[in-house]
């Protein structure tokens, strides 16, 4: 089972109920899609901005992106998951016997964490927001 939590945002309690359903039809390995361009899901202490930055996009994308001109909601969105939240998920999900199999990208689809650390952005000024 598949998950991007990167898009849009579980929480922990709600990927507790997925995995009691993966359960139930013996479905044994989570792909917990946790970082992408709209969002950084997983707390870094040594990079809090991933998690206070990165893990918020300004809007959302109204639509599938295909109508012209885009229109966007205009409602701050995200959230991150915490190290002991992804401890609580790892360990339920093992008591099921079921696999995590975390995912995060970088160097590619890495404009949430760019948004984080502008500096890093190598087209000089700032990079845009993904917000789609």
């Not at 039809?25 to 969002?39: I, S, Y």
């Amino acid at each position: 089972m598949h998950l991007n939590v990167s898009r849009h945002f579980f929480p922990k309690e709600f990927i507790f109920k997925m995995l009691d359903a993966m359960a139930v039809h013996k479905l044994n390995t989570f792909h917990w899609h946790l970082t992408d361009d709209q969002g950084w899901r997983i707390e870094i202490e040594k990079y809090p901005e991933l998690a206070t930055v990165a893990a918020w996009r300004d809007e959302t994308l109204i639509g599938y992106g295909s109508e012209t001109p885009w229109v966007s909601d205009g409602t701050r969105y995200g959230g991150c998951c915490t190290q002991q939240d992804v401890r609580e998920v790892v360990e339920y999900a093992r008591k099921l016997h079921i696999n995590v199999l975390p995912e995060i990208e970088m160097p590619g689809h890495a404009v949430a964490a760019l948004q984080a650390f502008p500096q890093l952005f190598c087209n000089g000024g700032e990079p845009p927001p993904f917000n789609r």
